[in-house]
């Protein structure tokens, strides 16, 4: 069987629950070498800015979301250091973390079309701009949340000229649980029939606004994964969606919320997404759970261990 | 605007929710030249016991309250280190973590004087021994909190000949929620109004017996910082007491309880400071989360970015 | 009073609760030297199995318990690097983590007598093959426990000519408490009068069977702990199995389940097993609590606070 490679990583800007390594340009422009040695080549930022926390000094959100103007322009220092190690960008887009989640899609939707006009103004010039991430993720057919896909990666794509769009969706498994409990599992998982239902609607509410998706290979137990990742797999073909798989790189089954995952669980999930005919992982994320560079030395032993079974 | 510098440090010793780092003398020894090169100039022992821990070889606790002979004495090291780098030492008083967090703050008071006396005798002729910390936190006037303080500040200025006496409240806002949940917020917080007039009573009761105050600043929202700063500073200047903010560097809003902060948001929250007009700065605490040699390494990179700011 | 020295410890594979640390054979190699430094001379595996994952190729649980293959045959690394650095080897039978957890203790002995047999037949051969583990740990004489112990030690014995049987209880003290909550301490405590009556029973009942056991030591108040040992060890001798202790390096009072111990709590604890004549301890676990090149730096402060103490 093929192996697959991790080609792509998560930037974990702005996280909203794992802890700040605190880098500044030196330790980032070490990380991207980091990745380039593994073999990373695209970089996708998690989202621009959560609530009232940015990456970029946004005028927007300044004004309009009372955001804080951040210390570093990061969005600038990652395209500059994806064009110095020719990586693909991936913008992710704003997370109010309080429009969408009461329910209100409008406003998420209002706040994100100035925030991508913005963006493309600011940093649409540069080479490394690849392509869109809608940073609101989902695990069912919920809300509004087709409107909300099918709307804001129409817009990316109007606006960049066409740009590639990419989601990063979850399953409602039973390890779809709060992380600000210490609990690991729920007792609730969702059937794959009603999974299937899900995705077969959503896939093709967004088959024009969205090209590309990777979903969380975390939140299902593991003897379940591969039937989940062959039904998106299919969903997403039929509906012209390229797939890459998001292997999580962190144990979601620890007391512990999150230091890296063990070995033998990322290479079970690795070739679980193989044999669905998956070619290539995104990893979220690189800097805090692969790099050898990373405040959790386990994260650097990760790193060994992939690189062993990638030269393999 | 004027920055503001971070010129003194907890010592987290006894620790009752950090996680300890088994330092000897030799790093101690390090750890004081790291504070001393980021401009520290005083230091302040967060209590000098906890229940049955001791930081220093105590009679009068080992006697009337069965507690545990430690295996060094860090009151002993501490002040010598303070000494050879020529910074301020503040002594922490015991916290039963019985008598007064059960409403009998008599006992709290009675032990206290035996280990006030005690110390003075001990350790009194230290050059470096600068003042007292009284370690019995509080965010309102409830129970008997006005006469703890000013009977237990009273009495430490009485013995020692009148070394300054310090206090570092907390506020009572959303993140006010125990370390022991992996939850970060409440739903309910203090009013500014009713936090004006529970500390213009305290401040009131207790200004002949303390001298300075630095409100620890990370259980409010951050857009509410500022105005719950001024409220502080101007409350103390009424009644004569001299204002630090203690700018905690652990983040409160992630799963993991505790990891060094976001660097941005303690350069929000150092700015907060400077505007309401405070000058220096304290902070819990500089070993586990800004040293270059702590555990931690997104501390070391803290260090870092601190000083990039401090000489920007 | 004799210093009581740390002469074997866990090796904490498969884990179910402790991050993992990602170590391939290079690391494993490393540390094997550093516990012989420290003067280990005998290590136990935890466990061989719990539920899918496992350690070693085992074509029993692979077909009978649908596990998963290990990337990595870790009994045989332990096991090549117990005869290097002439330590003895102690191997920890399956946990299927649904037998016996649900009071199926048939099934938890059927499979595991499969287990010991395909074990014996691997790796019986190996000089370092010094004894048996049994993974269930227990607090009380509930369920059918002592059938569990009696019935798979026997068989440990009968299969490999004799070999020595090791269990490690624990006690139901204030800190038996879910590793899943971030609470630390509970409201009910085991009565020394209890404790005595159900290891009165217990010991009875697999005398025959069980040649060592090492109770944990983390379970109970610092204060409670002398009495507890005393009991445990003059039960223990009553029925002739010899006692160590399992003095367990991290702590289980911080909110962070776990990090390293303050060296200040495994002191005190040694102490009191010394006092009950107890000669030699185990510990839960060196790699991750006190290793040198633990991913938690602590771990390796506090091996040096160890050693200064041995040495002293």
Known sequence: MRKINITGTFLDEISHDIPHQNWGKKEWSQDFTHMKQMGIKRVVLIRCGYKK?????????????????PYLDL???????????????????????????????????????????????????????????LSQETNRNAGAIIDLYAELGGYCKTISGGKQVLISPYIDGVKNISQYTQQTETTTSISLDQHFKDWEEIFFGIKNAVDLVAFQDGHVAFEEL????????????????????????????????????????????????????????????????MSPQSAYPQAGHLYQRYLEYKNS
Chains 1, 2, 3 share one sequence.
């Open 226 to 289: 591969a039937e989940f990742i062959q039904v998106n797999k299919q969903l997403a073909d039929q509906n012209g969606l390229h797939s890459w798989i998001n292997t999580e790189s962190f144990d979601r089954d620890m007391p512990i919320k999150f230091l890296p995952i063990k070995w033998d669980k990322m290479h079970f999930k690795l070739e679980a997404a193989a044999q669905a005919g998956i070619q290539e992982a995104l990893t979220f994320e690189f800097s805090h759970f």
């Open 53 to 69: 926390w940015l990456t970029y000094p946004s005028q927007v959100l300044h004004k309009q979301e009372k955001a804080f103007t």
């Open 75 to 133: 969005v600038s220092l990652f395209l500059e250091l994806s064009e110095k190690n020719q990586m693909e960008f991936y913008f992710g887009l704003y997370d109010s973390g309080r429009y969408w989640t009461s329910g209100n899609y409008k406003d998420e939707i209002r706040i994100n079309k100035k925030v991508i006009e913005e963006v493309w103004e600011l940093y649409g010039h540069s080479s490394a701009f690849k392509g869109w991430y």
